[in-house]
């Protein structure tokens, strides 16, 4: 066996998107859990079981992308919502996914977060050579955030970046918050600082798992402070194009650095993203 569903019927139950706390004992048995098939759009589904329309279909694409299993678009002819399935996706159909699930942090369980067995504080994670852990944040609604949800060390440098607004951009400190997205929730992006203290590495920002090794295989510094540069190897598909993004930190404060790696034909390339002036 290597998947099996760990959410409620579609359109059927209660908080039918939640696969946290079934993932949490579904990964420790080494099984993927599926989070059931979903509506792209919010158009009116002809001819399904259920019409819809279905009112959060970023949250279904986001659980479906960070549960690591099958990604289950199921719209009606001409009603998949191309773009919003794509952000899950390379362009050869390669799931790009997170290293283990999206379940509970471990906060919602301790006394600092309380005993709610139905905390909806969810967090995954990819782990890039060269640059870290980069955690995948979310909450079904607006509250502080602290370090400490992701054991995250007290010397430790993270950005939080706001995946609905990423001019919502800033070092992750406590009592921090994220505006939520159009559909009420929040989803954030968490990336480490490197030992420069110039970079902190984001990936593709309009893909849901920004950071994922399907993608990206290393993110590594070299120089320094003005002089500095960040190498990305990146994994493409042929005729894709991929905007690669960085925070680069400067006396203003932190500023998005991209470049955009276009792919002749499938492979690897490397593509360098330069600091934007001085250091800070």
């Known amino acids: 066996m290597t998947n099996a569903r760990a959410t409620g019927d579609y359109f059927h139950a209660d908080h039918q998107w939640a696969i946290g706390q079934t993932a ?5 048995l080494g099984i993927l859990p599926f989070k059931d098939g979903f509506y792209s ?12 329309p279905e009112e959060s279909p970023d949250r279904e694409a986001l659980m479906a992308v ?3 299993a099958m990604v289950a678009p199921m719209d009606g002819i001409n009603l998949l919502n191309k773009t919003r399935v794509m952000q899950t996706c390379r362009l050869d159909g390669t799931v790009l996914r997170p ?29 890039v050579e060269g640059s870290g852990r980069h955690f995948y944040l979310y909450s079904d609604a607006p509250r502080a955030l602290e370090p400490a949800m992701l054991a995250l060390g007290d010397n430790a440098k993270h950005i939080l970046l706001n995946w609905y607004n990423n001019g919502e951009m800033s070092l992750f400190v406590p009592n921090a918050s994220l505006t ?34 399907l993608r990206f295989m290393s993110a590594v510094e070299s120089g320094q402070g003005s002089g500095s540069m960040l190498s990305v190897k990146v994994m493409g598909s042929a005729g894709e194009t991929v905007r ?3 925070a680069n930190c400067a006396p203003g404060g932190w ?12 492979g690897e390339q490397v593509f360098v993203l330069l600091a934007t002036g001085e250091a800070c």
């Not at 759009?41 to 819809?52: A, E």
Request: glycine share 10%; aromatic share 12%.
């Open 66 to 68: 960070l549960s690591t």
């Open 99 to 127: 290293d283990r699930p999206l379940t509970p942090v471990d906060w919602c369980f301790l006394s600092a977060g309380g005993d709610d067995p139905m905390c909806f504080l969810y967090s995954s994670h990819s782990d």
């Open 180 to 213: 939520p997205g159009p559909e009420g929730h929040v989803y954030g992006l968490v990336a480490p600082v490197l030992p420069s203290g110039q970079w902190a590495f984001l990936g593709e920002l309009n893909k849901f798992a920004s950071a994922s090794r």
């Open 24 to 28: 949490l004992f579904y990964d420790a």
């Open 41 to 52: 759009s919010s158009d009116k589904q002809i001819g399904g079981q259920t019409v819809g």
């Open 255 to 266: 500023a998005m650095v991209c470049e955009t790696a276009t792919f002749q034909q499938a």
């Open 244 to 246: 690669v993004c960085a």
